[in-house]
């Protein structure tokens, strides 16, 4: 079975800053997605960004960017110039398509607490 | 379409009743997912459907849990004879089979077992 550790369980950054959440997976599939999701306070779960692992070139949306070492099984998230909207909880989640080759369910890591402050 | 539905968004029962909870998906999305999230932690997977079939079942959905899908359109999770550790937010979810853009998820129904 696929296990996601996010290792940071709350995590502060100052508006305009920088900040790297870590997450760390467990696999022995060679084809698989994993994403970043948002859940701010009392609000549903969004999708961030999302990374294909046959591809080489890491993700980016915008202010949100991926570090992925596949070898490593690391998948990091940079947020870069952080705005007091990106406190929430953000998880890390990981998909291994069923064999029929469509979408199956998330797993997802215990999640890291950000707190952007002025 | 306003996205997946969740009702109630909250519900306080007391232990040892029955609670049902609805989901309505995104009309066009053939697959939907029922997540359990506790405080603090990430959703766990309950169970899932594509339409009307029942795919698979975790095992931490007890015989005390039980999801339809009957008309392939919204779903119910109930929850017979609540114990106070099925305190949790239950979130629902959709996507289509081959969509791998991750899910649309709802706001979740939390359940509070006094």
């Keep these: ?47 961030v960004i999302r990374q294909e692992a046959y591809k080489q070139q890491n993700a980016t949306e915008n202010r949100f960017s991926v570090n992925f070492q596949k070898a490593a099984k690391s998948f990091s998230l940079k947020i870069s110039d952080s705005q007091l909207g990106d ?20 797993t997802f890591g215990t999640g890291t607490r950000l707190q952007v402050t002025l | ?7 109630p968004r909250h519900k306080i029962t007391k232990r040892g009743q029955n609670v049902t ?7 066009e999305h053939n697959r939907l997912y029922w997540y359990r999230q506790t405080l603090g932690q990430g959703p766990e997977f309950l169970t899932y459907f594509q339409n009307e079939a ?17 008309k392939g359109s919204f779903s119910t999770l109930e929850i017979q004879r609540t114990e106070q550790g099925d305190s949790a937010m239950y979130l629902c979810a959709s996507s289509s089979i081959y ?3 991750g899910y649309t998820f709802g706001s979740g129904t939390r359940l509070t077992v006094v």
């Design chain 2, 54 to 70: 029942q795919l698979e079942k975790s095992r931490l959905l007890s015989d005390r849990f039980s999801a339809e899908r009957p």
């Design chain 2, 21 to 27: 909870f609805r989901c309505d998906p995104i009309s």
């Design chain 1, 1 to 47: 079975a696929q296990t996601v550790t996010q290792s940071q369980p709350e995590m502060s950054v100052q508006e305009a800053e920088t900040v790297t959440l870590s997450c760390t997976y467990d696999t022995s599939e060679s084809n698989y997605y994993l994403f970043w999701y948002k859940q701010p306070p009392s609000r549903q779960m969004i999708l």
């Design chain 2, 1 to 7: 379409d306003t996205g997946v539905s969740q009702d």
């Design chain 2, 99 to 101: 969509d791998f853009s």
């Design chain 1, 87 to 106: 406190t929430a909880m953000y998880f890390c989640a990981f998909m291994k398509p069923l064999n029929t080759g469509t979408a199956s369910k998330l």
